[in-house]
T-cell receptor, first 120, second 114 residues
Framework: NAGVMQNPRHLVRRRGQEARLRCSPV?????VYWYRQLPEEGLKFMVY????????ESGMPKERFSAEFPKEGPSILRIQQVVRGDSAAYFC??????????????????FGPGTRLTVL | QKEVEQDPGPLSVPEGAIVSLNCTYS??????FMWYRQYSRKGPELLMY????GNKEDGRFTAQVDKSSKYISLFIRDSQPSDSATYLC??????????????FGTGTQLKVEL
């Protein structure tokens, strides 16, 4: 019963390179969230995706960052032309359903172990 | 001002002590409140969640929400060294669309000493 998988666990890039972070949700989960955790700060929401669709990207920087969740395969968070300020832990979370307002039930987000990106 | 404020600690207590962790928030739209535990170099793990005001108990853990004061708490009874971790509060409103993006506090680092 595998949980959320993220790889790589550690990623080192030089300024200007591209970083690709992968997230495999819990089997059967079709909702994926990406969060970023900067040193001494809490987790910040970046983007919410369902299969093949970006639902909410209000937390994504306007440039260099993109995310996808294809029909087959893991979700990918892509950072182009990385800068030192991109160094952080990136966490993916998955959930089985979206929030259900009428029943007052919210989905539980299960987090992966994170990818720690270091930009030299 | 941050939407969610949480004292970063560190908080150091002796084994067996009662621990009180707290968050305040400013967004009155928040309806669901969660506590996550995060061990060093690991992902957050959901401990408890509550909806609106009130108390919820699960074993040694009790979560309290006071919406009138915009204040939430997590109590840990009979604390153990294995409780040493960072505790993150998180919250979300009832959204008009799909998805529940969480707003987190910065986390409180707890150390339970023998």
């Amino acid at each position: 019963n595998a949980g959320v998988m993220q790889n790589p666990r550690h990623l080192v890039r030089r300024r200007g390179q591209e970083a690709r972070l992968r997230c495999s949700p819990v089997k059967g989960h079709s909702h994926v969230y990406w969060y970023r955790q900067l040193p001494e700060e809490g987790l910040k929401f970046m983007v919410y995706l369902q299969k093949e669709n970006i639902i909410d990207e209000s937390g994504m920087p306007k440039e260099r960052f993109s995310a996808e969740f294809p029909k087959e395969g893991p979700s990918i968070l892509r950072i182009q032309q990385v800068v030192r300020g991109d160094s952080a832990a990136y966490f993916c979370a998955s959930s089985p359903v979206s929030g259900t307002r009428d029943r007052g039930i919210t989905d539980t987000q299960y987090f992966g172990p994170g990818t720690r990106l270091t930009v030299l | 001002q941050k939407e969610v404020e949480q004292d970063p600690g560190p908080l150091s207590v002796p084994e067996g002590a009662i621990v009180s962790l707290n968050c305040t928030y400013s967004n009155s739209a928040f309806q669901y409140f969660m506590w996550y535990r995060q061990y060093s170099r690991k992902g957050p793990e959901l401990l408890m969640y509550t909806y609106s005001s009130g108390n919820k108990e699960d074993g040694r853990f009790t979560a309290q929400v006071d919406k009138s004061s915009k204040y939430i708490s997590l109590f840990i009874r009979d604390s153990q060294p294995s409780d040493s971790a960072t505790y993150l509060c998180a919250m979300t409103p009832i959204l008009t669309g799909g998805g529940n993006k969480l707003t987190f506090g910065t986390g409180t680092q707890l150390k339970v000493e023998l």
